[in-house]
């Protein structure tokens, strides 16, 4: 099973639902939680090129983008291939 990783916030919509979608997989993921961990968000930063914005999803340590990013390779049908590797 692949490792995810996504960096969050409470009260962010998005993570919410990436968050949903992956429990909805029954893919298990480690959350970091930006704003309880603020010392994690310039990690979040390096790793994801720059981008800001949570949530920021990893899977196996490969940079996947955002909730919308997240749930465009599930649209194409990319998503269930990465989370088997």
Do not use: W
Not at 10 to 17: I, R, T
């Amino acid at each position: 099973m692949a490792r995810v990783e996504i960096y969050t916030s409470p009260l962010c919509g998005f993570c919410y639902q990436a968050k949903t979608l992956l429990n909805r997989k029954g893919i298990d993921f480690d959350e970091i939680d930006v704003t309880a961990h603020p010392d994690r968000r310039q990690e979040m930063i390096t790793r994801a090129n720059g981008r800001q914005t949570v949530p920021q999803i990893f899977i196996n340590d490969a940079h996947i983008g955002g909730c919308d990013d997240l749930f465009g390779l599930d649209t194409e049908g990319k998503l269930d291939q990465l989370l088997i590797t």
